[in-house]
Nanobody, 116 residues
């Protein structure tokens, strides 16, 4: 079992920045990938960024060059630094972990709203 607690969402003007945090607890030694997904109203949940325990990263094309994912293994926390935010980035952002032995866990979600 892994428990994820997200923080850092909010309302920001276009062009602004936010940093999301996700702290993991529980069976953290079995975590392989930590990442962020988002879901806007009427849309499917989509991958934003992910980082493996080995350090490899993957970003959605729409956020490349603007968002940066990082992991602090000592704090069992993953961050998403979001710069140059656009109204189309508005969504509920979810933290996700994928386990070494399969399966994954989700956070409760945090709202990010970007005003034009």
């Amino acid at each position: 079992q892994v428990h994820l607690v997200e923080s850092g969402g909010g309302l920001v003007q276009a062009g602004g920045s936010l940093r999301l945090s996700c702290a993991a607890s529980g069976s953290i030694a079995l975590i392989n990938v930590m990442g962020w997904y988002r879901q806007a109203p009427g849309n499917e949940r989509e991958l934003v960024a992910a980082k493996t325990s080995g350090g490899s990263t993957n970003y959605a094309d729409s956020v490349k060059g603007r968002f940066t994912i990082s992991r602090d293994n000592a704090k069992n926390t993953v961050y998403l630094q979001m710069n140059s935010l656009k109204p189309e980035d508005t969504a509920v952002y979810y933290c996700n972990t994928k386990m070494v032995r399969g399966g994954d866990y989700w956070g409760q979600g945090t709202q990010v709203t970007v005003s034009s």
